[in-house]
């Protein structure tokens, strides 16, 4: 049962993971990076049936934490878009050296 | 006066306030009017210099030790302590501080047009902390204060300096606190090992003299800490920052870089070099090669400082050819010369301080500092003439004025325990004719063929204030040294007697190792 | 110890002599109060005058009787406290004279240096070679004062020229008196430095700065020599005051290493102050300065300050024959050299700056053969004759300039070609002159023949001494000094014929203002003439008194026996190591024959030049003809000021400017500058990696992860 739970979460992670590599939209990304938040989730739930409430709590804190992500991350993408009036990243390179 | 000065309990509160109260000067500076704000700045500082000269006679001459010593904990796990004392050899340098801090305030009248409130809050916070460097008795305190004077002067120069000053600015800062990062790391070092000897970490200098260092951790850290000192002084080839800060810096910011900041390196020499590392401090070729660097300096600036055309870096450049002279008389590490190095700090503080005084007046007068510019102009401002000819004079050490007391020290010294060095290092005196007397002919001397020459004005009032003082100085010390050698002479007989004893300790210590060769310097190296 | 510049408190050491110093003191005080008044009063004047430059013209003095104060004041001040001041001098003498004081009277005023290893009081000593040494400097010093009041009437730096000179005559007498080497040092520089000063007098001429500049900056040179000297001497002695050192030094071995080098390095310290090779370049230099200030400083006193000093030191010297050898070596050629140089000068006061560089070489010769007594006299007779050449070379100058000033020609004042004839015109200085030129040619019975004979007869007595160090030396020594002495009378003759006989050459205009120099002038002229005469009878030697040159009973060795307490220890040392000096010269004849063939060498060679002379015509400059050969390279003072150039000075600043440009701006600030650059080139390769690309920093995020799981798993 929880061999299942894992291999499913190392899937997600492993999706969301490559998902932020090759992407080039802002939004797919930030969604990629979400979908690894949530294969975490999933394990933390598997585990905790195992070992006890404290996965749960875990999960909770990352959810929040997630959400608060979401907000702030999509009104930078938005300011981002009207500035540049695109999501690609590859023309976000005003930090580099 | 001293029945006066016990009275009001002087020697209790003297030495906090000399560095608290210019602080607390940036208070009324800040608030007073942009147009006023001078006249507030030098009052202020006036009445610092007022309540320095009190130490004269309050401090007793017969003791070698610390004096009016007072210790508040600050940062009690390390050891840390807010500890202030002074002696023969601080005592000059801070009663100078305060002297040429009052005088380049007062310099500044007319040279510091905008920005006005900032730079007098700057000059004030400059002066407390260089006192602070003089007066700390905590090697903490100490490594405050002595980083602490860098960031006022860092933006002296980097605001109210000529064309290329933040370039020389960010050379001057970097340079210096460069060096005093290894000096940082080396009473750390020296932090750890007194606490493995007494048991508690302490920064305290009286606590730091007591910690027994092998002979090799001795060379480590009087590398560190010389490397430090070395570039403030600065000795030749650390000196390339001064040359470029002194001809960017404002007026007021070279006679105080001048005066007192390049005196705090040779003041470290005395004050922790000698006394902390004596087995290094003596070791012949730690001896040899500093000797030798100071030659180099006297003799190589003194030919550099010749053809120069910026009168201003010219005598920048003999500032290096002057401390060579007083890195010469501490190496020397005997009595006189050591006294004659101090001697040499405390007259260079005055005369290179009154060149550029004299050089900033010109300035402001010509707004050049090309010498080729100038000619001729003893004829219209014979004061002027007469306050640079005594000033020059004194410069280049001609008998009769406080230069030549400190080189013939320093040299005499010197020269009892490396006569080929000295033989050199005497040579400096030529060559400071040399570079000296060429840049006041072309100056002061020679046809008045410029019109705009014709029309500089003589000495003002404010500008004789100024230079009186510092010329009567010139020469009395050099006719009366007397009472100041008399102040110095204990405070170096103790640092001389650290050294001897260092020696004993050594000879024993070797002694003990041949009987017992089985005993090494356990867990030291 | 911390009495003012005490007036009259002394600390008496000796009670055993019965000496009493009248305020010696004040002796130095005084010409210090005078330079601080003529200062104050040059400062004020100054002040007047650069308002007048500045509106570009020049301060007008106004009417010769309505002077301002700044302009008569110095007039009474300069010379009253030097009067004073050789007043005070001469009762000392006076009453050293009727004691037999024997030990140096030493008075300490104030503690000048103590470190705890090293002590030099302020004190002046009292003996029999300083207060002579006063009393020239004070005497001479007031007549050239007085000289001066005349002779510098007209210029605008008047108060501040008298100020110069009373700082000098102060730091003079810091030098004679001073107790101890530093304190002399002190006053050594301090000379210099007025000398420096009064060169360059009219400082807006170029070329008069530069000669002021060049004399410090030579004199500067010797100052080392002196410097390293002390050194030396404190590291043997302990201390640096004169009763105590020689007392020690006299204990010393003969021919010790550390004393010939003290005694040489302090003799590079007398050549640069005296003008000796190789660094007498910067006397004739100095001729730039006023001619009364020649007088004083280039030939009177302050050149003469290193005979003062050998002599002083004359114990230490006595102890090492190589040094004394150096001196007198150096002494005789540059006796030689500088008056062959002098024969080809148009310049009247090149000519005797000249003869000054030669005849401080015979005071060297002197002190050399271990002479300090004759080199001492001759240091006096010179100082009369020499300040009596100078001054009447001052009034000529002064007349001609006068003249060619009323006329607005803009002739040389100074070039002999411009002279001729001018006997008629100022005949109470052609009288002097000519008393000065029979006393340096050294015809008896004037001073010169006293002092410069006992020179070479000493040479030849030296060298033939039983353990005489090197008697062949010493015997071209003597020839060399006999060739200079004949080309001396030869040179003096020549700038007398030319200035003062045959026809004139000033021009018709300019002839009718010629005039003789008023009585302040001449007086001095006169009082000098007269020494010139008498000075050189204080000391006749005993072989000479027997015969017609020893002017009967009037005479003898009074100034020998005088100064033999400071010098009895070095004839001590020498006649131990040295044996009795000789009673022959190298070929022949004692000392009396030797005498008379030198006075009649001289006076041959003054008649016979003079008939030579007068009949050539000499040619005003414009109409000079080129010279060539030999004449030349001397006219040219055999070009060492420009080898010294190429091979000193210009090598000096291309390597300063090397050392500037090159190891300052490009090594040092190159490697600080280069290590800010590979600081920055760093910081520049490793912010690649920042390429901006959100994807690339994942990727690197997640292989850094695998990796850091991979190591943690395996």
Redesign the interface.
């Known amino acids: 049962m929880i061999t299942e739970a894992l291999v499913l979460s190392a899937m997600i992670f492993v999706l969301g993971?490559f998902g932020?590599?090759?992407?080039?939209n802002a939004i797919i990304?930030f969604l990629c990076i979400e979908l690894q938040l949530n294969a975490v989730n999933l394990a933390f739930i598997a585990f905790s049936r195992l070992m006890g409430i404290d996965g749960q709590v875990f999960v909770f804190f990352v959810m929040t934490v997630a959400a608060a992500e979401a907000a702030v991350g999509l009104a930078i993408i938005i300011s981002v878009f009207r500035h540049y009036e695109t999501v690609n990243?590859?023309n976000?390179?005003?930090?580099?050296? | 006066m001293t029945a006066l000065l016990d009275f009001v309990g002087y020697s209790g509160w003297v030495l906090h306030t000399l560095i608290w109260m210019p602080i607390l000067g940036i208070i009324p500076v800040l608030w007073a009017d942009e147009q006023r704000v001078k006249h507030v700045a030098f009052w202020w500082s006036a009445v610092v210099l007022i309540l320095s000269l009190g130490l004269w006679w309050a401090f007793d001459p017969t003791v070698g030790g610390m004096q009016m010593e007072s210790a508040t904990p600050w940062i009690e796990s390390w050891g840390v302590s807010y500890s202030l004392g002074i002696d023969g050899i601080s005592l000059f340098m801070v009663m100078l501080t305060t002297f040429s801090a009052s005088i380049s305030i007062l310099a500044s009248f007319n040279y510091i047009q905008d920005r006005q409130r900032p730079f007098y809050a700057l000059m004030l916070i400059l002066q407390a902390s260089v006192v602070g460097v003089f007066l700390a008795t905590d090697l903490f305190l100490f490594y405050v204060f002595f980083e602490l004077t860098l960031v006022p002067m860092y933006f002296i120069i980097g605001i109210w300096g000529g064309t290329r000053r933040i370039y020389a600015a960010i050379k001057f800062f970097l340079y210096t606190a460069l060096g005093s990062l290894l000096m940082l790391v080396g009473i750390l070092y020296l932090v750890y090992r007194a606490k493995m000897f007494i048991g508690a970490p302490t920064f305290a200098y009286s606590n730091l003299l007591q910690v027994p260092l092998s002979g090799t951790e001795q060379l480590w850290l009087f590398g560190a800490f010389a490397l430090a000192f070395s570039v403030k002084i600065p000795v030749f080839p650390f000196h390339t920052w001064l040359p470029d800060a002194h001809v960017e810096a404002p007026t007021p910011g070279s006679v105080i870089l001048a005066a007192v900041l390049l005196k705090m390196g040779t003041y470290g020499f005395l004050r922790f070099l000698l006394p902390l590392f004596p087995i290094a401090a003596q070791h012949p070729v730690v001896v040899t090669t500093m000797l030798v660097l100071a030659v180099i300096g006297i003799i190589y600036t003194a030919c550099v400082a010749a053809v120069q055309s910026d009168a201003k870096k010219l005598v920048a450049y003999t500032s290096v050819a002057h401390m060579g002279f007083v890195v010469l008389g501490v190496f020397a590490l005997n009595l006189n010369g050591l006294q004659g190095g101090l001697i040499v700090m405390i007259s260079h503080g005055i005369s290179t301080g009154a060149l550029f005084l004299l050089l900033g007046m010109l300035y402001e007068r010509r707004h050049t500092r090309e010498i080729q510019e100038f000619g001729g102009i003893a004829r219209v401002a014979p004061w002027f003439a007469t306050a640079f000819v005594i000033t020059a004079l004194t410069s280049i050490g001609v008998p009769g004025t406080s230069g030549f007391i400190g080189e013939f020290l320093a040299l005499l010294g010197a020269f009892e325990t490396h006569k080929v060095l000295t033989l050199i290092a005497t040579l400096g005196v030529i060559f400071a004719a040399y570079y000296m007397l060429p840049m006041v002919q072309r100056v002061f001397f020679n046809p008045l063929d410029k019109q705009e020459n014709r029309e500089i004005e003589d000495l003002s009032k404010r500008e004789l204030v100024i230079l009186v003082p510092l010329c009567a100085l010139m020469i009395w010390i050099g006719w009366n040294p007397t009472p100041l050698l008399d102040r110095m002479e204990p405070s170096v007989q103790v640092v001389l007697e650290r050294l001897d004893e260092a020696t004993l300790e050594d000879q024993a210590r070797v002694e003990d190792e041949a009987n017992e060769p089985q005993v090494v310097d356990g867990g030291q190296e | 110890m911390y009495n003012a510049l005490g007036v009259g408190i002394q600390e008496t050491v000796e009670t055993a002599t019965q000496f009493q110093p009248f305020f010696p003191g004040l002796i130095i005080l005084l010409p210090l109060i005078g330079f601080l008044i003529n200062g104050a009063l040059a400062l004020r004047h100054a002040q007047a005058s650069a308002s007048a430059v500045r509106l570009g013209g020049e301060l007008d003095l106004g009417e010769a009787d309505h002077l301002p104060a700044t302009h008569t004041l110095p007039s009474y001040v300069a010379p009253g406290v030097m009067l004073v001041a050789f007043l005070i001098a001469s009762v000392n003498f006076a009453r050293m004279l009727s004691v037999e004081l024997h030990d140096p009277h030493v008075i300490e005023y104030w503690t000048w240096i103590a470190t705890g290893a090293f002590t030099v009081e302020a004190a002046i000593q009292l003996d029999q070679l300083s207060i002579l040494m006063t009393m020239i400097v004070t005497g001479v010093g007031f007549l050239i004062h007085l000289f001066s009041v005349g002779y510098m009437r007209d210029d605008a730096g008047y108060p501040r020229y008298f100020s110069y000179l009373n700082l000098f005559i102060f730091f003079m007498l810091v030098l004679v008196m001073g107790a101890s080497y530093p304190l002399m040092f002190v006053g050594w520089e301090g000379v210099g430095l007025c000398s420096y000063l009064l060169i360059g007098f009219w400082f807006s001429d170029r070329e008069k700065s530069d000669a002021g500049k060049k004399a410090f900056i030579v004199n500067r040179i010797g100052d080392f020599g002196f410097l390293i000297a002390m050194f030396l001497l404190f590291g043997m002695f302990g201390t640096l005051d004169f009763v105590p050192l020689f007392s020690q030094a006299a204990d010393l071995e003969y021919g010790n290493g550390l004393v010939t080098a003290v005694t040489l390095f302090l003799f590079l310290g007398a050549a640069g102050k005296s003008a000796q090779i190789p660094l007498y370049v910067w006397l004739p230099d100095a001729m730039a300065g006023p001619t009364p200030v020649s007088a004083l400083i280039h030939a009177a006193t302050m050149v003469t300050a290193g005979v003062y000093l050998v002599a002083r030191s004359s114990v230490l010297y006595a102890l090492s024959p190589i040094a004394s050898a150096t001196v007198a070596g150096v002494g005789v050629l540059t006796a030689l050299f500088a008056a062959t140089i002098a024969l080809k000068q148009n310049d009247i006061k090149k000519v005797l700056a000249y003869s000054t560089v030669s005849q401080l070489g015979y005071m060297f010769v002197g002190v050399g053969v271990g002479a300090y007594a004759a080199g001492i006299f001759h240091l006096m007779t010179h100082a009369f004759f020499k300040a009596l050449l100078f001054l009447g070379a001052g009034a000529v100058i002064h007349s001609m300039h006068h003249s060619l000033h009323r006329t607005n020609n803009h002739k040389d004042p100074q070039d002999m070609r411009n002279m001729g004839g001018l006997r008629a015109f100022m005949p109470i200085t052609w009288g002097t002159m000519w008393v000065a030129t029979f006393a340096i040619s050294g015809i008896w019975p004037f001073a010169g023949f006293f002092s410069k004979d006992e020179i070479i007869w000493q040479t030849a007595a030296f060298g033939g001494a039983a353990k005489a160090p090197y008697p062949m030396l010493y015997q071209v020594y003597w020839v060399i000094a006999l060739v200079a002495a004949i080309l001396t009378a030869f040179y003096m003759t020549r700038m007398m014929v030319m200035t003062f006989h045959g026809a004139s050459r000033t021009g018709v205009e300019e002839v009718k203002h010629l005039r003789e120099s008023p009585p302040v002038m001449w007086i001095p002229l006169i009082a000098l003439a007269l020494f010139s005469v008498v000075a050189g009878w204080i000391n006749v030697p005993e072989a000479l008194r027997e015969t017609f040159m020893g002017l009967g009973p009037l005479t003898g060795e009074w100034l020998h026996d005088w100064l033999e307490p400071i010098t009895e220890q070095a004839h001590h040392i020498q006649e131990l190591n040295l044996g009795e000096v000789a009673e022959q010269a190298p070929f022949g004849g004692g000392e009396v024959t030797w005498a008379l063939v030198s006075t009649t060498l001289a006076l041959v060679t003054v008649l016979a030049s003079f008939q030579f002379l007068r009949r050539q015509n000499v040619k005003v400059p414009a109409e000079d003809t080129e010279l060539s050969g030999l004449s030349k390279v001397l006219y040219n003072k055999w070009y060492v000021d420009e080898i010294y150039d190429r091979l000193i000075v210009q090598p000096l600043i291309k390597s300063s400017r090397f050392c500037w440009k090159v190891i300052d701006a490009k090594v040092i600030d190159g490697v600080v500058n280069g290590v800010g650059w590979v600081a920055r080139a760093l910081g520049f390769v490793v912010s690649m990696f920042q390429t901006g690309t959100v994807n690339m920093y994942a990727f690197v995020l997640t292989i850094g992860a695998l990796i850091i799981l991979g190591v943690s798993v395996f």
């Open positions: 993971t932020v590599l090759v992407r080039r990304m990243v590859d976000f390179k005003l930090l580099r050296w």
